[in-house]
T-cell receptor
């Protein structure tokens, strides 16, 4: 019963570095999405996918790329890390129109 | 535009008492779902309870229940018999359930609940 698995749990980057946050789900969910959580705020949508090969931007997409080559995996790429991207990142999955969203345990990213 | 408002940044409750966390929402969609998530200090997002816009009865899950007032666009979470382990951040969220829009949750800013012994 793995559900949604995110790696790594913690990461420290220097400004300008790139990295990929991994997300995998084993529930055969069509929908996957990435959120970021900043202090004092709720989660905000970065990018989402409604199926393999289909991605689109959410509320705060700048500085991030995604791809969805398989149903199971939805990696989030930071192209050139900036201190403003210091945040906690959550991956989530669900079926269309069927609640709830299932969240991974999050990745805490610090950019110095 | 869709919006979730949680007006209580922080709440205190005495152990074993009930507490109500407020949430109002705004949407023009007729079909939507309302969620509450709990985020303990360990950071994970734990799904608590769900209310669909067409559900006629208020949702209940153990010690959690919703006071859903559709006309007022509010869905308040009631936690009965509070326990120390209920100390956490609580988020209200909304999801429109149309096939072209159900991919995302809109979150409120959260309410931090502290249960006093």
């Amino acid at each position: 019963n793995a559900g949604v698995t995110q790696t790594p749990k913690f990461q420290v980057l220097k400004t300008g570095q790139s990295m990929t946050l991994q997300c995998a789900q084993d529930m055969n969910h069509e929908y996957m999405s990435w959120y970021r959580q900043d202090p004092g705020m709720g989660l905000r949508l970065i990018h989402y996918s409604v199926g393999a090969g289909i991605t689109d931007q959410g509320e705060v997409p700048n500085g991030y790329n995604v791809s969805r080559s398989t149903t199971e995996d939805f990696p989030l790429r930071l192209l050139s890390a900036a201190p403003s991207q210091t945040s906690v990142y959550f991956c989530a999955s669900s079926q269309p129109g069927i609640p709830p969203l299932h969240f991974g345990n999050g990745t805490r990213l610090t950019v110095t | 535009a869709q919006k979730i408002t949680q007006t209580q940044p922080g709440m205190f409750v005495q152990e074993k008492e009930a507490v109500t966390l407020d949430c109002t929402y705004d949407t023009s969609d007729q079909s939507y779902g309302l969620f509450w998530y709990k985020q303990p200090s360990s950071g994970e997002m734990i799904f608590l309870i769900y209310q669909g816009s067409y559900d006629e009865q208020n949702a209940t899950e153990g010690r959690y229940s919703l006071n859903f007032q559709k006309a007022r666009k509010s869905t308040n979470l009631v936690i009965s018999a509070s326990q120390l382990g209920d100390s956490a951040m609580y988020f209200c969220a909304m999801r429109e359930l149309g096939m072209d829009s159900s991919y995302k949750l809109i979150f409120g800013s959260g309410t931090r609940l502290l249960v006093r012994p």
